[in-house]
Each structure stands twice: as structure tokens, then as C-alpha cells.
């Protein structure tokens, strides 16, 4: 069951991304390649904004993922340490938004957590680290994790609107 999930979801990691074969370069420098285009934003939505910052982070093709396939890469840490700087933003963002994004704040705590695990792991230099069956691997929630935020924006955005709020939280419509 837990196989089918996580093939699954890298489905629609990789369908999301537009991952199209690429060059399989682990060691590929994050964020090297075009420059992320920031759309303008609507006002008071951030996935606009952050979503790009996301892709560029971990690379538009999933490169951070695949790099990450082996977790005592340079590639991996570089990757890892890209999309939680992004990550930090986002979530400063989030706070002087004023708005709840409970399922943004969720996955961004989850990658908090794998970048933690991490890094008290010792994983980034350690042969070991790529043993499949090493807590190592679990970074992939990092790299993942950041294509799978911008939707979660999307979706706490889009329940904003549904249930009648504007872009800042308050209720509209009216007397």
C-alpha cells in the first residue's frame, strides 16, 4: 500500500513538474538553468509568486528529487538548502498575510521536519546516506515536498474564495 502511495505521488510530482526524461544530472547546481518568470500576482495570493520560486529551487524538471536520490550528494544538500531558503520566505509570507493556510503550514512543517532529520543525520557527505534503505532518503520530502506546497497554496487560496473570503481573510459580500 505504502509502494502504491509513493508511486502515485511521484506521478503526480513528475506530471506536475513537466518532467520530460531530462539529463539525470545529480550534481547539477540548484537552480542553474532559465530563470524562474515571476507572474504578477493577484493581489493578497502567494502562489503566484512563491510557486516559481519553488519550481527554481528544485529545479524545473524535478532535478532536486533526483539528485536527492542519493542523499550524501553535494547536489542533494545544495537542492535541500535551496528550496528551504525559499520555504523561509514563504512562510514569513504566510505570517504577514494574516491568512490561516492550514495545509501549506502542514506540508512546510512536514519539510521542516525531513530537512531536520537530515541534517541531524549527518546525511549530506555520508556514503552511507545512500544506502536505500537509510532515514537518509527521507530528504526526498524536502525536494518533493516543494512541488507538491505550490498546489497546497493553490488549494488553501482557491478555499479562501469558496467560503467567501477575500485575498486578506475577510469575510465578502454583505448588508
Not at 24 to 37: H, I, L, M, Q, W
Not at 142 to 161: H, N, P, Q, R
Request: glycine share 14%; proline share 5%.
Amino acid at each position: 500500500m505504502r509502494q502504491t502511495a509513493t508511486a502515485v505521488l511521484l506521478a503526480v510530482v513528475f506530471a506536475l513538474t513537466g518532467c520530460s526524461g531530462g539529463s539525470g544530472d545529480t550534481d547539477a547546481e540548484p537552480g542553474a538553468g532559465p530563470a524562474a518568470r515571476t507572474p504578477s500576482a493577484t493581489p493578497g495570493m502567494l502562489r503566484p509568486v512563491w510557486g516559481p520560486r519553488l519550481e527554481a529551487a528544485t529545479g524545473t524538471r524535478g532535478e532536486g528529487t533526483s539528485a536527492c536520490r542519493m542523499p550524501s550528494s553535494d547536489a542533494c544538500a545544495g537542492y535541500a538548502r535551496a528550496v528551504m531558503k525559499v520555504v523561509a520566505g514563504l512562510e514569513d509570507a504566510i505570517q504577514k498575510s494574516g491568512r490561516a493556510y492550514p495545509k501549506a503550514r502542514a506540508q512546510i512543517a512536514r519539510m521542516k521536519a525531513a530537512q531536520a532529520a537530515y541534517v541531524a543525520g549527518g546525511c549530506h557527505g555520508d556514503a552511507a546516506a545512500d544506502d536505500p534503505n537509510s532515514r537518509c532518503h527521507g530528504v526526498v520530502a524536502v525536494t518533493i515536498g516543494a512541488s507538491t506546497l505550490e498546489v497546497t497554496l493553490l488549494t488553501d487560496e482557491a478555499g479562501m474564495w469558496v467560503h467567501g473570503r477575500d485575498g486578506a481573510g475577510a469575510v465578502s459580500g454583505g448588508a
